[in-house]
């Protein structure tokens, strides 16, 4: 079972009291961007095997989202944090390339 720790309230919960939100960071398109810009937004992620980073929302607690780092092989949670970021922090990433050699690392 998935357990992730909600980096606003502290809990531990079970994905049982999550909600997933597919894939993290996602470069929003608007007005006037192209079709295919919209499209990719839209319809194009990421899903790799091995190290990823999703949006979680702690439905069952605080109703906050938040990003996690976790291995979809292993199902090994590196870390979670804040929602209201652009990319990973710069600890996790490195923690994750320790623990994972030859990982390509964040974009």
């Known amino acids: 079972m998935l357990i992730l720790e909600c980096p606003y309230c502290g809990v ?3 994905e049982t009291e ?3 939100g597919g894939e993290a960071h996602l470069k929003r398109e608007g007005p ?3 079709d295919a810009d919209f499209e990719a937004y839209l319809f194009d992620r990421m899903n790799p095997k091995g190290v990823h980073f999703e949006r979680w929302r702690h ?3 605080c109703g906050k989202w938040f990003h996690a780092a976790r291995n979809t092989v292993t199902l090994e949670v590196y870390g979670t944090y ?3 970021v ?3 922090p710069k600890a996790l990433v490195t923690a994750i390339k320790r ?3 030859g990982w390509e690392g964040w974009m």
């Open 82 to 84: 804040s929602a209201q």
């Open 32 to 34: 006037g961007s192209s």
């Open 99 to 101: 623990k994972v050699p």
């Open 18 to 20: 999550l909600a997933a």
């Open 86 to 88: 652009s990319e990973p």
């Open 59 to 61: 439905a069952s607690g």
């Open 12 to 14: 531990m919960a079970d």
